[in-house]
């Protein structure tokens, strides 16, 4: 499995903006599509965004449309995650994932390559 190592987490306020960035280390790594995930505590991991990079598409979850944006460069296996308008519901772990990943946890599943996480916690 290909390691994926995220940042860009911390502590803000509600209405403030953050950039989460993933970064697969294996230069040898090719993935098909990338994405976010995150896990509020107590609580089942949800599904926040990923984007396809055949064609550039991306889908995010319904919690997060029109705040968040995600892209990516292809060529680095880099993806960011730009969150604007945070609130404090935005509160948790964001996990990156890629490929077959992504696929299990849209179905609940805890499957693939997944990074360790990045905080973030927003304050009301």
């Known amino acids: 499995q290909v390691q994926l190592v995220e940042s860009g987490g911390g502590f803000v306020q509600t209405g403030d903006s953050l950039r989460l960035s993933c970064t697969a280390s294996d230069r040898t790594f090719s993935a098909a599509a990338m994405g976010w995930f995150r896990q509020a505590p107590g609580q089942e991991r949800e599904f926040v965004a990923y984007?396809?990079?055949?064609?550039?598409?991306?889908y995010y979850g319904d919690s997060v449309k029109g705040r968040f944006t995600i892209s990516g460069d292809n060529s680095r296996n880099t993806v960011y995650l730009q969150m604007n308008n945070l609130s404090p519901d935005d509160t948790g772990i964001y996990y990156c994932?890629?490929?077959?990943?992504?696929?299990?946890?849209?179905?609940?599943?805890?499957?693939?390559?997944w990074g360790q996480g990045t905080q973030v916690t927003v304050s009301s």
């Open positions: 984007i396809r990079w055949s064609n550039n598409s991306t």
């Open positions: 994932a890629v490929d077959a990943a992504i696929v299990a946890g849209i179905a609940g599943i805890d499957s693939g390559s």
